[in-house]
């Protein structure tokens, strides 16, 4: 079984390379904010309830060269449909479309609608539509001459972890908050500091993946895979119950975050305890301009924010780095998100510091800059 997985822009060799940690072979094809993996059907779960890095998983079950409208009706007349869509199931198709302009989205929705309805006819009663809640989600997505057929089996995409129960106006996406972690190369017995953590992102995913809690306990029965009856759904509460026996519940790690906002923490308090992990996590309200820690930190990873009143954001990001510097223990790293990468770009070589930028897209236009500074 083959699955193309939506990930963020620009960064899909990080994640890529995240995935295979899972024992799922996973490689990076020749599309922006998508990967591919491998494996059998119980894959489809592991994926869902430990991607961390990932949005959504599909079931790929056909790749194909079009050229124009026909070519997409007949390959998706290729397709037996009636093994994806069980009697009385409803159905729904969406379509991701980039560089061509001879057909519309709309255009190929309707025809694969009418196509998928045409071939089960022909075999038992007719498949309803239902686009507002199918039981099945067909996404065809088409990039030039290539199109990819995928079943969604994620549903809502998994950086919703259902734990934010305080939203910061501002919060870093719970995917980026984990692979800047992942980037820090941050172990378990060592430090890890945000210090201006808002509603607590980044500690709460460090300490969710230094204990190990599956996705699942967050996201409740709201994956897509639940209404596809072709797969092993037997099988589902056995993994759930294997994930969880392999759950870290000690609280061992050194996980600090602190910001200048005491609403702000109080939400990030709210939200680590809805994450069930507020023991792992020490918070506290401060301006990090007056902390006076030297050399303590293993690792710091932060968000700062991305305009500051009475200060050019250049003085602002040079004062806050030199700050982190003298926090950080020597053979520690700093790894800092922010979307003004030239500024950033200029201050780490006027001061003469080694780093690695990712860059990728924050809303498809956005560029963002992840930088890992090492002191």
């Known amino acids: 079984m083959k699955f193309f997985i939506t ?35 119980e894959h489809v779960f592991l994926l869902n309830f430990l991607g961390r890095s990932i949005n959504k998983v599909y079931i790929l079950i056909k ?20 093994d994806y869509i069980d009697k009385g199931q409803t159905f729904a198709v969406s379509v991701e479309k980039a560089g061509r302009k001879d057909f519309s989205s709309i255009d190929v929705a309707r025809l694969a609608g009418d196509t998928i309805i045409e071939r089960i006819a022909s075999l038992r ?44 106006p501002k919060a870093v996406k719970t995917t980026i908050a984990y692979l800047m972690i992942k980037l820090s190369s941050w172990s378990e017995n060592e430090s890890l500091y945000d210090p201006m953590c808002g509603g607590g992102t980044i500690p709460i995913e460090a300490a969710i993946s230094c204990r190990k809690i599956p996705i699942f306990v967050f996201r409740g029965n709201e994956y897509a895979f639940y209404k596809l009856k072709f797969l092993p759904l037997d099988r589902v509460e056995y993994i759930k119950e294997r994930l969880l026996e392999s ?25 680590a305890e809805k994450a069930k992990v507020l023991d792992t996590i020490k918070f506290f309200t401060a301006n990090i301009f007056h902390l006076e820690f030297q050399s303590i930190f ?57 780093y690695e930028l990712h860059s990728f897209y924050r809303q498809r236009l956005t ?8 002191p």
């Open 63 to 82: 790749k194909a060269k079009i050229n124009s409208l026909n070519d997409v009706k007949e390959e998706l007349k290729d397709i037996n449909w009636e």
């Open 298 to 354: 293993d690792k710091i990873v932060l968000n700062p924010p991305y305009f500051v009143k009475n200060l050019s954001m250049f003085d602002f990001y040079r004062k806050l780095l030199l700050k982190l510097l003298r926090m950080i223990r020597e053979g520690g790293k700093i790894v800092l998100l922010t979307p003004k990468i030239r500024i950033m770009l200029k201050i780490l070589d006027e001061l003469k510091l080694k």
């Open 125 to 168: 009663k007719r498949p309803k539509v239902d686009l507002r809640n199918p039981d099945v989600k067909i996404r065809l997505d088409i990039f030039k001459d290539e199109m990819l057929v995928g079943i969604d089996t994620t549903g809502p995409s998994l950086h919703m972890r259902r734990y934010r129960v305080f939203n910061h």
């Open 367 to 374: 560029k963002n800059g992840i930088f890992i500074i090492k």
């Open 247 to 271: 759950m870290d519940r000690s609280m061992n790690c050194t996980i600090i975050g602190s910001d200048i906002n005491e609403e702000y923490i109080k939400g990030a308090i709210k939200n």
């Open 7 to 41: 990930t963020e822009r620009g960064l899909e060799n990080i994640i890529a390379d995240d995935i295979k940690e899972l024992g799922i072979k996973t490689w990076v094809g020749n599309r922006i904010g998508k990967i591919f993996a491998e494996g059998d059907s």
